[in-house]
């Protein structure tokens, strides 16, 4: 018998939905048993999000300061496939699942495991999954696969259209922008990645573990080219104010409160012309940039390809 483990948190359950499309054909496989392991912030995290609460975690997301977790124990101490699936805060990996991968617990379950991320975002992952790929040597984990789920409102309305979800609760909750959320069909099909990891896991001998991608040639990432350096100017300027924040007062405080609405209208100013402009810039150079994006794409497109 193959045992997966997957490692969940979800707040508005969308991830729950993916993770559970994906394990749907692993589940109805006789040779193969799937865990999870939910994980439990000890002060939970609001849904809907109050404004300030949302921007006063911040600072730990991106320092991914490890937050108190309420202890979670699995079932069995060693598993053949661990499959981490987690949502992007602030460029970030979310808090919980940052605070779980620096955990002695993450070590014990990780150490020498092959894993495959699984990501439920707006769409800008790619510095996250730089920093999960930095946490999974940390616990000499081996990524084999990596799986991107991204908004289906598009680049210009999930700026809109994803914060109104997280601060109202409702995916559409303004009439002329277009509904949050990765699509419904998207989640449904992701169940082919389960069928694909099944295959791969009975194809096996006995006492091998998986050591390749197994998710090649599924469409498992895209990656939006345009994003590649507003992410990197929006987590530069993410680290500096990261640390402003935090030296002001700890989360909650009212002194980070003042701090934040600075902060929150540099972040628009951000938003409204960084994004537009490195797109626009982007787009003017791309014959003289053209093979550089292409190695970029590749590179972030690891290890399962586009
Ligand atoms: C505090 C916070 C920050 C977020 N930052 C990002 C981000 O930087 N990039 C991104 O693509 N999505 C971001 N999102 C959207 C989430 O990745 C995710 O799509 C949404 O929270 C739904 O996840 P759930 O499964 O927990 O409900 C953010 C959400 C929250 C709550």
């Known amino acids: ?137 940390n616990v000499n984990a081996k990524l084999i696969d990596n799986v991107v789920l991204s908004d289906e409102c598009g680049t210009g309305f999930s700026f809109l259209a994803t914060p109104l979800w997280m601060f109202s609760g409702k995916k559409k909750s303004v009439s002329w922008v277009p509904a949050a959320g990765v699509a419904d069909h998207e989640i449904k099909a992701a169940s082919r990645f389960g069928t694909a990891i099944a295959r791969a896991l009975n194809a096996l001998p006995v006492h091998e573990t998986l050591k390749k991608p197994t998710l090649k040639g599924l469409g498992a990432v895209k990656v939006n080219e345009k994003f590649i ?40 100013t951000l938003i409204i012309t960084v994004v537009p402009i490195t797109a626009i810039i982007k787009k003017l150079i791309t014959p003289l940039t053209k093979k550089r994006i292409a190695e970029q794409k590749a590179y972030f497109a690891e290890p399962s390809g586009e």
């Open 1 to 137: 018998m193959r045992k997966i483990l997957v490692i969940h948190y979800s707040q508005t359950g969308q991830l729950t939905d993916i993770a559970n499309s994906i394990t749907d054909p692993l589940n109805a496989d006789d040779n193969i048993s799937v865990e999870y392991l939910n994980l439990k912030p000890t002060e939970l995290f609001p849904f809907p999000w109050p404004l300030l609460t949302f921007f006063h975690i911040f600072p730990e997301c991106v320092k991914m300061t490890p937050q108190v977790m309420a202890p979670v124990e699995t079932k069995h101490h060693d598993y053949d496939l661990v499959i981490i699936t987690y949502q992007v805060w602030f460029l970030s990996p979310s808090l919980p699942i940052s605070s779980f991968m620096q955990s002695e617990q993450a070590y014990r379950l990780l150490n020498a495991k092959p894993v495959i991320t699984v990501i439920g975002c707006r769409g800008m992952w790619l510095t996250a999954q730089e920093k999960m790929k930095q946490l999974l040597t």
């Open 229 to 268: 350096a507003s992410e990197r100017v929006g987590q530069h300027s993410f680290r500096i104010w990261s640390k402003i924040l935090s030296t002001l007062g700890p989360m909650h405080s009212k002194r980070r409160s003042c701090g934040l609405l600075i902060y929150v209208l540099f972040l628009l």
